[in-house]
């Protein structure tokens, strides 16, 4: 019944922008904490960036200054603006429980930044 479903990935230019939405269904709705996570080929998962349910926002050092988390709760959505995309941003972005108590993963969104 709970369920994360990523979207907005695609193509991007180094320096370009791009913008990710997470929905969240049935019990993910209820998550206190969201966090962008990204696995790259041959790499480790590694945190992007979180967001409490008030507001409260944390990132990464390779990240800060340049994306932005955000969510919309009337909406159940968490989304990830991508500024000054860098080659290295390159991975498939997923949403998922910061705190780990919804279990599952969904399917993550691609990201290629290729000029």
């Known amino acids: 019944q709970g369920q994360l479903v990523e979207s907005g990935g695609g193509l991007v230019q180094p320096g370009g922008s791009l913008r990710l939405s997470c929905v969240a269904s049935g019990t993910a709705s209820d998550i206190y904490a969201m966090g962008w996570y990204r696995q790259a080929p041959g790499k480790q998962r590694e945190l992007v960036a979180g967001i409490t349910k008030a507001g409260a926002t944390s990132y990464a050092d390779s990240v800060k200054g340049r994306f932005t988390i955000s969510r919309d709760n009337a909406k159940s959505t968490v989304y990830l603006q991508m500024d000054n995309v860098k080659v290295e941003d390159a991975a498939v972005y997923y949403c998922?429980?910061?705190?780990?108590?919804?279990?599952?993963w969904g399917q993550g969104t691609q990201v290629t930044v290729s000029s």
């Open positions: 998922h429980d910061l705190l780990n108590r919804f279990n599952y």
